[in-house]
Nanobody, 115 residues
Framework: QVQLVESGGGLVQAGGSLRLSCVAS????????MGWFRQAPGKQRELVAG???????NYADAVKGRSTISRDNAKNTVYLQMNNLKPEDTAVYYC?????????WGQGTQVTVSS
């Protein structure tokens, strides 16, 4: 079992920055893929960024160049630094972790970007 707790969301003006954090506990290891999805009202959940063993990262086109995903294995924590935020980035952001063929989710953290 893996438990994930996100933090760092909030209200920010367009052009601002936020850093989301996701702390993992339970049977999580440094090689487990982890990352972030987001879901805006009325839309499907979409991948924002992911990081896998060896530090390989992938990003959605919508956030590429504005966001950086990183991982501190000693703290079992994944971060998502988001810069130059836009109103269309408004969504609930969910952390995920893959382990033994299962995907675990956090409870989500709200990000609201005002224009």
């Amino acid at each position: 079992q893996v438990q994930l707790v996100e933090s760092g969301g909030g209200l920010v003006q367009a052009g601002g920055s936020l850093r989301l954090s996701c702390v993992a506990s339970g049977s999580i290891f440094s090689m487990n893929p982890m990352g972030w999805f987001r879901q805006a009202p009325g839309k499907q959940r979409e991948l924002v960024a992911g990081i896998i063993s060896g530090g390989i990262r992938n990003y959605a086109d919508a956030v590429k160049g504005r966001s950086t995903i990183s991982r501190d294995n000693a703290k079992n924590t994944v971060y998502l630094q988001m810069n130059n935020l836009k109103p269309e980035d408004t969504a609930v952001y969910y952390c995920y972790a893959d382990q033994m063929g299962n995907r675990y989710w956090g409870q989500g953290t709200q990000v609201t970007v005002s224009s």
